[in-house]
């Protein structure tokens, strides 16, 4: 039954995204750069420790600097403010993710747009939104640049193609649609207010699933032939697709862990890259 099944395994995408980043390191070492990311996280969320760590480790095994940036969390939104500002005018530092979520009595809005366009390397400030919107973002967010790159590297048609998106975060189900649409997609956006959100996923030739839901898409929901692409990652390692029974019908899936995850760190990777190219430019 499942012998046709093409699972979309993202260590394979990752590894050829950051392969292809070796020689511009290499280059720009040459020219005195080292690419250099940093992370801000604040407060103790151990998930976002996770995710902050897997960074800037992912930056060393590559060559690259990482700068990880430990603030408590009482902190106030000013405070984080002024961090912000002193690594957008910091020369040595080219790209700047603030880990979200921040704790609630800071404005997250704020403190992303705070972030320079230039080194907006996870597409999270309003203008950054918008020129994604446009297709023009330099940076667009990780996580909806990696399931676009997961599509292209295994060369699944997009155009014409009916793709829902569950989920409507401004870092991942609304650039996402955006990034489908702008590849001629025809896309339905659905949220905790869709009604018969089911019936609506049965339609979907791609579906994206970003709702932070354990398991929540399920085997019947799926159209015979369809691409899933689960960028959910709960606790325990699980995404918001019951792979086993979503893999019943689906043509191709990706799995959670070592799907979406391992690109969306990759694109964090390439941006910075990008972002230092840019920079010997400016
Ligand atoms: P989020 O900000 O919590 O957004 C969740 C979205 O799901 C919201 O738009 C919400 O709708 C919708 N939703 C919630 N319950 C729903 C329901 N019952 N039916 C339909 N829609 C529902 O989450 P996020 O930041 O986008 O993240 C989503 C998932 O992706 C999480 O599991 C997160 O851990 C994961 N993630 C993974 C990566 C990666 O690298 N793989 C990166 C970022 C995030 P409303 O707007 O109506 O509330």
Known sequence: MNAEKLILEGNRVADSIKGKLMDRITKLSKKGIVPCLATILVGENPSSKTYVRMKGNACRRLGMKSIRIDLPADITTDELLSQIHKLNHDPAVHGILLQHPVPHHIDERTAFDAISIEKDVDGVTTLGYALNAFGAAKFP???????????????????????????RSPILGKPVSAMLLNKNATVTTCHSRTINLEDIVRLGDIVVAAVGKPNFVRG???????VVLDA???????GDVDFNECLQDAYAI???PAGVGP???ATLLKHTVDAAERSLNS
Do not use: F, R
């Open 263 to 265: 690109v969306t760190i």
């Open 232 to 238: 959910g990652y709960n606790e325990g390692n699980i």
């Open 220 to 226: 019947d929901w799926i159209k015979p032939g369809a």
């Open 254 to 256: 990706t799995p959670v």
């Open 141 to 167: 967010s990780c996580t909806p640049a990696a399931i676009m790159a997961i599509l292209e590297y295994y060369e699944l048609q997009v155009e014409g193609k009916h793709a829902v998106v569950i989920g």
